[in-house]
T-cell receptor, first 115, second 115 residues
Framework: AQSVSQHNHHVILSEAASLELGCNYS??????LFWYVQYPGQHLQLLLK??????LVKGIKGFEAEFIKSKFSFNLRKPSVQWSDTAEYFC?????????????FGQGTTLQVKP | DAMVIQNPRYQVTQFGKPVTLSCSQT?????MYWYQQKSSQAPKLLFH???????NEADTPDNFQSRRPNTSFCFLDIRSPGLGDAAMYLC??????????????FGPGTRLTVL
């Protein structure tokens, strides 16, 4: 069965610090990868997605992620975080045999940015 | 201009008292999902509809049922809520005509409290 693992459960950074959140998935076939963000009190929003092509994908608000197939990873990065980036971040994957579009989520990483 | 609407945003029910959560969408999306997100956990798929075809996840308890009377609306019925069913319930959709590889659009969720 597919699974997604996020290495960091809780990250605290100061403004302007660089961010990297780790994500690994378990499925070896074709997958589609997503990062979602959930700001306090708001719904899940898509940050970026990877389906195929350039493994370095750019999303909204200055975020990017790199798909490394050999490492089964899809880490999220941002060069300089802002206080407004404080949120919960979820890595997710779909794909595999009989794909139903079902999202398998990682456990989530809570990012706290100190002003 | 809300796209995926969930009502109510907060629902309190008593142990064993049936409750219904609703989801509506204004985008004519043909695939609708229901996820359960418990505190500090990742969202977990309960079931989904592809048009009128209902697809239940293998580990979704029988206590949870769903109805989709038309394209726009989908309901989650919890027949006899237990304390362990307290969670955020998320509805998500995929655009009509799109593949199952598209991003999912999430509603704001309904937070269910069971007393």
């Amino acid at each position: 069965a597919q699974s997604v693992s996020q290495h960091n459960h809780h990250v605290i950074l100061s403004e302007a610090a660089s961010l990297e959140l780790g994500c690994n998935y378990s499925y070896g076939g074709t997958v589609n990868l997503f990062w979602y963000v959930q700001y306090p009190g708001q719904h899940l929003q898509l940050l970026l997605k990877y389906f195929s092509g350039d493994p370095l994908v750019k999303g909204i608000k200055g975020f990017e992620a790199e798909f490394i197939k050999s490492k089964f990873s899809f880490n999220l990065r941002k060069p300089s975080v802002q206080w407004s980036d404080t949120a919960e971040y979820f890595c997710a994957v779909t794909g595999g045999a009989g794909n139903t579009g079902k999202l398998i989520f990682g456990q989530g990483t809570t990012l706290q940015v100190k002003p | 201009d809300a796209m995926v609407i969930q009502n109510p945003r907060y629902q309190v029910t008593q142990f064993g008292k049936p409750v219904t959560l609703s989801c509506s969408q204004t985008l004519n999306h043909n695939v609708m999902y229901w996820y359960q997100q418990k505190s500090s956990q990742a969202p977990k798929l309960l079931f989904h509809y592809y048009d009128k075809d209902f697809n239940n996840e293998a580990d979704t308890p029988d206590n949870f049922q769903s109805r989709r009377p038309n394209t726009s609306f989908c309901f989650l019925d919890i027949r006899s809520p237990g304390l362990g069913d307290a969670a955020m319930y998320l509805c998500a959709t995929i655009p009509a005509g799109g593949t199952l590889y598209n991003e999912q659009f999430f509603g704001p969720g309904t937070r269910l409290t069971v007393l």
